[in-house]
């Protein structure tokens, strides 16, 4: 039973446009969520995090929005680079145990 | 500057070999952490720990076995690798108390033949 899904296995957008990249959930007791961002051969790395009493956090070009009720969230980036061009994992926890993630969406902003 | 490191990053192995897949990281970090990712799929848990001597299965069965002696170790081993054990292994870390940020390692891209 998947607890968090991506059902978007890839995107592509131009450059400068927003990209979207959507995620929902099972679970409504997660208190925490993240987006990873990882390249091909390397670790996934960190990009941002919302805690459940919020619904907005922005570091930068970088959004992400969530929506309890709905048990949605998602990833806004404005404007698109190409080197934003990866695969970006959704994650949730709950009281700080580990991570459960989803199967990730490519991103692709083309030039 | 990668803060934990895992070796090797490529390893094809015959079956049935033994194989230890090593993780270490200098952040001091409590928390360690096994996952397993196959491509186009989401990143499985196998095993954690929460400081040494303390080591836990996770949410995906696995054959492989971990441990933990020292805090900046936690290597992965497989007694007997087969096919179905080709995989991308991924290691990480987090700090008890943070934003449950965790960091991860490269990966090693383990083919079993």
């Known amino acids: 039973d998947q607890q968090v899904k991506q059902n978007s296995p890839s995107l592509s957008v131009q450059e400068g446009r927003i990209s979207i990249l959507n995620c929902d959930y099972t679970n409504s007791m997660f208190d925490y969520f993240l987006w990873y961002k990882k390249y091909p051969a390397e670790g996934p790395t960190f990009l941002i995090s919302i805690s459940s009493i919020k619904d907005k956090n922005e570091d930068g070009r970088f959004t992400v929005f969530l929506n309890k009720s709905a048990k949605h969230l998602s990833l806004h980036i404005v404007p698109s680079q190409p080197g934003d061009s990866a695969v970006y994992f959704c994650a949730a926890t709950l009281s700080a145990r580990q991570l459960t993630f989803g199967s990730g969406t490519q991103l692709t902003v083309l030039p | 500057e990668a803060d934990i490191y895992q070796t090797p990053r490529y390893l094809v192995i015959g079956t049935g070999k033994k194989i230890t897949l090593e993780c270490s990281q200098t952040?001091?970090?409590?928390?360690m952490y096994w996952y397993q990712q196959d491509p186009g799929m989401e990143l499985h848990l196998i095993h954690y720990?929460?400081?040494?001597?303390?080591?836990e299965k996770g949410d995906l069965s696995s054959e492989s076995t971990v441990s933990r002696i020292r805090t900046e170790h936690f290597p992965l081993t497989l007694e007997s690798a087969r096919p179905s054990h080709t995989s991308q292994y991924l290691c990480a870390s987090s700090e008890t108390g943070t934003n449950y940020g965790y960091t991860f390692g490269s990966g090693t891209r383990l083919t079993v033949v």
């Open positions: 952040m001091g970090h409590d928390k």
């Open positions: 720990s929460y400081g040494v001597n303390s080591t």
